[in-house]
């Protein structure tokens, strides 16, 4: 009995991550919104470089701390960059975790 209700428990644990808002890039875009903080951003035939937001928040909508997962869908590999240190790489089929706390981006697993 204790076997199934930690299934059950896992179970809603991993429908909850995967229940975030999905949201695409802009056409002809390759700037990450604000309003893109605590949603799954999908990228496919994203430009080469995509860039975070300059003023790096602390907080999405819900007062949450300000994380995007960057899930990329293809053809080919994006950095995802900001404009001073921070850069990730997304392969083709990866998501990346990508928080902030108002003063630098981090990846976050």
């Known amino acids: 009995m ?4 930690c299934m059950i428990l896992l179970a809603g644990q991993l429908n ?3 229940s975030s808002p999905v949201v695409h890039l802009e056409p002809h875009s390759n ?6 903080g605590g949603k799954l951003l999908e990228l496919i035939n994203a430009p080469s470089v995509v860039v ?6 602390m907080i ?7 994380c995007v997962d960057v ?3 293809g053809p080919r590999s ?8 921070f850069s990730v790489m ?7 975790h990508i928080c902030s706390n108002g003063e630098t981006y981090s990846l976050q697993h």
Not at 2 to 5: K, L, V
Not at 52 to 57: I, Q
Not at 60 to 66: C, E, K, N
């Open 90 to 96: 997304v392969v083709l089929g990866q998501t990346e």
């Open 60 to 66: 999405d909508s819900r007062g949450r701390p300000w």
């Open 2 to 5: 204790t076997a199934f209700i």
């Open 31 to 36: 700037f990450i919104k604000l309003d893109y």
């Open 71 to 73: 899930k990329n869908l």
């Open 16 to 18: 909850t991550h995967q």
């Open 78 to 85: 994006v950095r995802v960059v900001d404009k001073d240190r």
């Open 52 to 57: 975070l937001p300059a003023f790096k928040p």
